[in-house]
């Protein structure tokens, strides 16, 4: 290396970047990743969350992390009290750049970048407005609505998961935002496709020998769980879900009215190293959305590529998002409609239709090689490098 480039690169180095979420660090495996990679492009990077009551001790990374602890744990109240407590925070640390994960978390670093004159960079994971639990109320869209139209504008630097959504915010506030799928590592050797039930380690359904079915994510309104649970009374398999949120109290009543106990199990949060021994351990994944709200027709869920490097198949939607991909290496079953019997007969092809099966398996082993994160990185440091040009 140059002494033009040495000296980039100390530049480059010097360069504090603070990342903004909502949620507790340990599971994020998408912030995770964007962090790391931040980390070995050289620059000092701080991973800012939130603390809950059950929060775990932090994983070491190679990033900083805080957590800031809250004393609501949610709604209208969590949200003033961490936008407050996130406000100063920031303003008492020393930074370069800034981005904000998400409308969430938007309005604090929005401030602090402009008391700084610091560059900021917005994080899109989703038509925030759009998602079901903020487009069916009135009232709580009208605020979210307001926060979007004042600060996103704002931030003329910027990416999201694909390129409809970057569409519709160009269409929208004029802003050019690059598309930066959340896609997982490449990791070799590829993982063998199941050709027989698989076990899984304890802590496990009550029956090891058992094939099961693995749902990952937030269990929130609009992921189908409605239609998912009493379809599960048409299907011979264990359905497993890892994750939490704020449907999983209306799940649970809806497992013990079905009297599906036995059958569906909640684990709640799965550290990523677990959640991915996990995956691998299952017959095949759900990744599915309702059309209620446009965040999840434009979806392009994180699981959606997990289960793919995993090797299993999976039941998704017929959305524009999945169907391009699905067009190109055969991944999955699309449905067009999540309905109890469409969803009770794709769950059932998977199961019992081996040529298939194996066919969509080896699709997976095939897209994981175009669809992985050392591809999709190179354009975060792009454009990263373009923020402090």
């Known amino acids: ?167 519709e915010f160009h269409r929208l506030y004029g802003v050019e935002y690059a598309v930066i799928r959340n896609l997982p590592v490449l990791e070799e050797p590829a993982p063998p496709i199941p050709d027989a039930p698989s076990a899984l380690s304890p802590p496990a359904p009550p029956d090891p020998g058992r094939r099961f079915i693995l749902y990952q994510g937030a269990v929130n309104e609009g992921r189908c769980f409605e239609t998912l649970i009493p379809a599960m009374l048409q299907v011979d398999a264990q359905l497993l879900v890892c994750g939490e949120g704020n449907y999983l109290a209306k799940a649970r009543e809806l497992v013990s009215q079905y009297g599906l106990n036995e059958k569906i199990l909640f684990r709640g949060y799965v550290r990523p190293e677990e959640l991915k021994a996990i995956t691998r351990s299952a017959w095949c994944g759900i990744t599915l959305f309702d059309r209620r709200g446009l965040s999840n027709y434009y979806s392009l869920a994180n699981r959606f590529f997990d289960y793919m490097h995993a090797g299993i198949p999976q039941l998704a939607m017929n959305y524009p998002a999945y169907r391009e991909i699905n067009n190109c290496h055969s991944i999955a079953v699309l449905i067009d409609e999540p309905g109890v019997r469409e969803v009770a007969d794709a769950l059932n092809e998977l199961l019992n239709n081996t040529d298939l099966y194996h066919t969509l398996s080896e699709g997976c082993k095939q897209a994981r090689l175009r669809y992985n994160w050392q591809e999709e990185e190179k354009i975060l440091i792009r454009l990263y490098q373009q923020l402090f040009k």
């Open 1 to 167: 290396m140059g002494k033009v480039g040495q000296f980039i690169h100390i530049c480059r180095m010097k360069k504090r970047v603070f990342c903004t979420v909502t949620n507790d660090l340990n599971y994020d495996q998408r912030m995770i990743r964007i962090c790391t990679s931040l980390a070995a492009a050289g620059y000092t990077v701080t991973l800012v969350g939130r603390e809950t009551r059950g929060s775990l001790p932090l994983t070491e990374r190679s990033f900083r992390q805080h957590r800031l602890k809250m004393w609501s744990g949610q709604g209208k109240l969590f949200y003033l009290e961490y936008h407050f407590r996130l406000f100063f925070y920031l303003l008492t640390q020393k930074m370069d750049g800034i981005c904000a994960i998400d409308l969430d978390s938007i309005l604090p670093c929005l401030f602090v970048s402009r008391l700084r004159r610091i560059p900021r960079l917005y994080d899109a994971h989703e038509l925030f407005c759009e998602m079901q639990e903020v487009v069916t109320r009135p009232f709580v869209y009208k605020i979210w609505k307001a926060v979007e139209r004042y600060s996103v504008p704002a931030f003329r630097h910027g990416y999201t998961v694909n390129q409809p959504i970057a569409a």
